[in-house]
């Protein structure tokens, strides 16, 4: 079992930036590949980004490549969401997710482990 927490979200202005992290505790963390998703009102939940258990392999969508960068500090056991040049379309609930599997992917129902989210504003 592996229990995920997010923090850092909050409300930005467009343009600005936050970071988002998502400790992680319980069976190895090392090993899981990890991503993160996003719900905006009224919408399906869709990815956003992920990386494999050492993060050599990063996955985007493509509205966020270029402002966005997953990372991840093993040592920690926490990875990060880096959010640049934040649109108001970047508003939603975002979700850390971890796979028992060391292989990222874009797929939500792979995903195994779910924290309970944080929401991110981003202000026009």
């Known amino acids: 079992q592996v229990q995920l927490v997010e923090a850092g979200g909050g409300l930005v202005q467009a343009g600005g930036s936050l970071r988002l992290s998502c400790a992680a505790s319980?069976?190895?963390?090392?090993?899981?590949?990890m991503g993160w998703f996003r719900q905006a009102p009224g919408k399906e939940r869709d990815f956003v980004a992920a990386?494999?258990?050492?993060?050599?392999?990063?996955l985007y969508a493509d509205s966020v490549k270029g402002r966005f960068t997953i990372s991840r500090d093993n040592a920690k056991n926490t990875v990060y969401l880096q959010m640049n040049s934040l649109k108001p379309e970047d508003t939603a609930v975002y979700y850390c997710?971890?796979?028992?599997?060391?292989?990222?992917?874009?797929?939500?129902?792979?995903?195994?482990?779910w924290g309970q989210g944080t929401q991110v504003t981003v202000s026009s």
């Open positions: 990386l494999n258990w050492s993060g050599g392999s990063l």
């Open positions: 319980g069976r190895i963390f090392s090993r899981n590949a």
């Open positions: 997710a971890a796979r028992r599997s060391t292989v990222a992917v874009n797929q939500e129902e792979l995903y195994n482990y």
